[in-house]
């Protein structure tokens, strides 16, 4: 929940919501999701929200679709990793545990793509080192 900026009286409420928190920004303000799946226009800071008590399921929430998996970290031994989200602008990202998948696939791949990367790194190694050098055959007159 959230405070409201067009309260006319007291008797209006105070807050509105809820609303799903997307990340916190470097200013310590955070930036929310309501139940249509849009960006609010602003970032609230932490006096204008309200963390309500009861545990809402995603249930009322859109799922939104990963685009892209970004990185990965290890927080107190769970996996989370850094998605890049289908249509909101690419600095938009979240760090999302593995148990909010629905959908394991992109996280399989994401690993296949890290291992290639570290295959031909290797082997960039061994060429630097003398071990197996690329000889052009271009040759120009």
Known sequence: MATTERRSSKDEPRYEGPYKVMRRTKAGTYVLLDRDGHLLHREFSPSQMKLISRDLSDDWFLTGTVEEILDHADVDGSTVYLVRWENLPKD????????????????????????????????VRTDVKGKHRAVSTNVQE
Not at 92 to 120: A, C
């Open 92 to 123: 938009e990202t979240s760090w999302i545990p593995y148990s909010d998948f629905q959908d394991t696939v992109m996280i399989t791949n994401y690993h296949k793509k890290l291992l290639n990367k570290k295959r031909k790194a290797a082997a």
